[in-house]
């Protein structure tokens, strides 16, 4: 096999329409499974909707005030928006250690570490996957969602990074099925970062997450 390359980089401007994100990531998949593409991290932005992972509780979509999709991911209700990092991760898992626990734990590591990057001090919490921190009020409140699906070893869909969202859109859900804890966002944290400085900040970040994947040839 040829070496492992860095994965390609791309980001989307403005905001992308939400199935045709779908069709894309599907139409990497295939390539990448096949050998006609190399992997992928695709960083955009989505207009208001939300989505329906696979273990979605049609009780949980409180209000839907915006459009709701089939993801086809894992996981349940999830809120995207303008003012959100949503990063789409596309790596072949047949060659980088075929183990979904360890990628989705490398993956939280990744939010973590460019939180880190940023000056917000994020963790894991058990039993919980996600990112979580205390906002301003003490409260463990959850800031990155993670939502993964694995197609013949490689990987679709990934991570979302609240910036500056209208936390408010939360509310027509129960964000992946946790009622108890609030949301909140960089912004709501007084870090008033850039999608540029949060992008800058996920690059620097990312061979520490690469590092953490096997590679098996």
């Known amino acids: 096999m040829t070496p492992l390359l860095t994965p390609e980089w791309t980001v989307s401007p403005g905001l992308t329409d939400y199935r045709e994100a779908l069709a894309g990531m599907e139409t990497r ?3 990448i499974y096949a050998g006609e593409a190399g992997e992928r991290i695709w960083l ?14 049609p009780a949980e979509l409180l209000d839907p005030r915006f459009p709701v999709y089939d993801a086809g991911r894992g996981g349940r209700y999830t809120y995207h928006g303008p003012g959100q990092r949503v990063g789409y991760v596309q790596l072949d898992l047949s060659r980088r250690g075929r183990d979904v626990r360890a990628y989705v734990s ?7 570490d460019t939180l880190a990057l940023l000056g917000v001090e994020a963790r894991r919490a058990d039993g919980r996957i996600g990112i979580w921190t205390d906002d301003p009020d003490g409260r463990e409140a959850k800031i ?7 197609k013949r070893w490689v990987t679709l869909h990934g991570f979302s990074l609240n910036i500056v969202p209208d ?3 939360f509310g027509g859900i129960v964000p992946c099925g946790i009622a108890e804890f609030p949301v909140t966002s960089l912004a709501t944290l007084g870090k008033q970062a850039s999608f540029a400085e949060v992008d800058a900040a996920l690059s620097e970040s990312l061979p520490a997450f690469l590092d953490k994947l096997r590679a098996t040839d």
């Open 29 to 31: 998949a295939g390539a």
């Open 44 to 57: 955009l932005e989505h207009p208001p909707l939300y989505t329906a992972g696979t273990s979605a509780d």
């Open 106 to 112: 490398a993956l939280e590591g990744w939010v973590i």
């Open 144 to 150: 990155g969602a993670i939502g993964v699906r694995v």
């Open 167 to 169: 936390l408010s859109h």
